[in-house]
């Protein structure tokens, strides 16, 4: 079941994050089912976050989805400025132990909010 949408829904709404603004502008431009394609995500589960009706504790898993779709940058405590495809990427690298920054990467990934679920940095550490 979907959320009702109205066309006020569909525009940026104060207080809106960046990754939200830019999912329901491209909702607003084409519609909820191409925005929730482009992101790879279920017409309903977009449906559901833009009438902020998403019933998930967390958005964080959708709104990489959104950056990755985007391929905005992001800040990486670790790396500065980098794209969302590139934090994804480090997500999913093996942990190891090459260099005193590469461990502290990993630490650091895996609480960090960008991070999606099921990234391969959850070695022990």
Known sequence: MTADITPEKLRPQIGDPAWL????????QHSIAAAAEQIGRSRTAVSLVLAGKYPAKSL????????????EDIH???LGQITSNACLDTQNQPFNTTSPQAVKLARTCRACPHRQQGGNNDEPL
């Open 76 to 78: 990486c405590p670790i």
């Open 60 to 71: 964080t898993a959708l709104q990489t989805a959104v950056e990755a779709a985007l391929n």
């Open 21 to 28: 603004a830019a999912l329901r502008d491209i909702a607003r």
